[in-house]
């Protein structure tokens, strides 16, 4: 059975061009609720905690350098189905191949600059949720 939270970041450059309000209100108009939430900045060395599954890739170090170069928005966010009807919503990981009205479409500048991160599975929902969010701070 599908569960119900995801998690997301608005990633820097997002942030650095100002969009977070234009995201956040299609997150809420898709029907996600927001129980937890952080505006916060990684490190070197919690960007490449964050994204370890990606190690060794081609794409990982710029992924972390990027990823630790300016403030970012977290968030825990729940809905019937959320892992897959978030992916929906952001679009394909490339921006090139994103659907049009995707948050990615609308504002992504490329692949590591892809506006927005979402959950792949449930476990990976609730792994990266605990990397941010203590219990004291979900509602
Ligand atoms: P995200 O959803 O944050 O998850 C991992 C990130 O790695 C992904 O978004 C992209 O920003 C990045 N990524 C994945 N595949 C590639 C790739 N082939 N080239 C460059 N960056 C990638």
Do not use: C, W
């Amino acid at each position: 059975m599908a569960g119900k939270l995801t998690f997301t970041m608005i990633k820097p450059r997002a942030v650095k061009d100002n969009h977070i309000g234009e995201i956040l209100k299609m997150i809420n108009e898709a029907g996600f609720v927001i129980k937890a939430m952080k505006f916060t900045k990684l490190s070197v060395d919690q960007a490449s905690a964050f994204y370890v599954v990606h190690q060794g890739k081609p794409f990982y170090e710029k992924l972390v350098e990027f990823m630790s170069s300016g403030p970012i928005v977290a968030a825990l966010l729940e809905k019937e189905n959320a892992v897959e009807d978030f992916r929906q919503l952001i679009g394909a990981t490339n921006p090139e191949n994103a659907a049009e009205g995707t948050v990615r479409k609308l504002y992504a500048t490329s692949m590591t600059e892809n506006a927005v991160h979402g959950s792949d599975s449930d476990e990976n929902a609730m792994i990266e949720a605990d990397f941010f969010f203590s219990k004291t701070e979900r509602f």
